[in-house]
């Protein structure tokens, strides 16, 4: 099983561009050609908020446009960029987006796999919460499972990174705390996927894995200075690829995306290195 985890894409409207200097259609387009491209290609494509900028209908009609030369089923998550409402009219046909009355959170089985994907939003701030309902929600659904092996998906990471205008808006940490204590009962779950800080970023939470998705266009940029500036910069845009093997686990591999020479061989046709 092989799950494609792009984050952050920040679709404006058309003709627009974020900050005035990113085109994120473009990107998001180029990013789409690569998974199409890939061999093997990904069994399903998780995206993990922000999915546009300003959460309006005209904004996801376009992120529409732009995901549907994508050949491999999607599921959409809610970040702090993100209106509910809107997304859930534009995307009608994701019945998924409306299995809770308030949130955008649902379950998913993709073969041996489980997706577990909560909604952290707390509009009109950048940070996130899991409020008590959410939070329930969460144990309930784990509880409910059948132990397979779990991704846990939301938009906020609950840990902090270092990167202090970014830990600013982190899940709360009062709430991270909670989280903690639900998911430390659960050894199923293989990894905590989140977006945000458009950066790769790993770190141990709670008995298991919590990483950050970089962005298929603009990253934050890495600054552990305190009291650092909110910068973005223009590295090489990326995904990731979340690759599970029953009795073996999961392992995640960070994709680059565009053309960056290669591929090249490291031994010539007699098999010796080559000098």
């Known amino acids: 099983m092989l799950i494609a985890q792009i984050s952050d894409l920040h679709i404006k409207r058309p003709g627009k561009l974020a900050y005035g200097r990113v085109d994120t259609a473009a990107y998001l387009t180029r990013c789409i050609a690569q998974l199409n491209a890939l061999d093997p290609r ?17 904004e996801y009609a376009y992120l529409q446009s732009l995901l549907a030369p994508l050949e491999l089923p999607y599921y959409l998550c809610v970040g702090n960029h993100d209106g509910r409402d809107a997304l859930r009219e534009v995307f009608a046909d994701h019945t998924y987006l409306r299995e809770h009355p308030r949130f955008v959170q649902y379950a998913l089985d993709l073969g041996a796999l489980r997706v577990v994907v ?10 996130g919460r899991l409020c008590a309902e959410r939070l329930d929600w969460i144990a309930r659904t784990l509880a409910d499972g059948d132990a397979r092996p779990t991704l846990l998906a939301m938009h906020h990471p609950p840990f902090a990174c270092g990167i202090e205008h970014m830990d600013a808006q982190r899940l709360a940490p009062d709430d991270a705390a909670k989280l903690a204590g639900i998911v430390v009962k659960h050894p199923e779950i293989e990894r905590v996927l989140c977006g945000h800080v458009h950066r790769a970023i790993q770190t141990r939470f709670a008995g298991t894995i919590a990483s950050v998705c970089p962005a298929p266009a603009h990253q934050v940029a890495l600054d552990l200075r305190a009291n650092g500036p909110s910068r973005f910069v223009m590295e090489p845009p990326a995904f990731l690829l979340h690759r599970h093997v029953e009795g073996e686990g999961v392992v995640t591999h960070t994709a680059y995306i565009g053309d960056h020479g290669g591929t090249y061989p490291f031994y010539d046709d007699d098999h010796a290195l080559i000098d």
């Open 118 to 127: 909560a909604d952290t939003q707390d509009p009109p701030h950048g940070g």
């Open 42 to 58: 990904p069994d399903a494509v998780l995206i993990t908020g922000d999915l546009v900028d300003f959460g309006d209908a005209e």
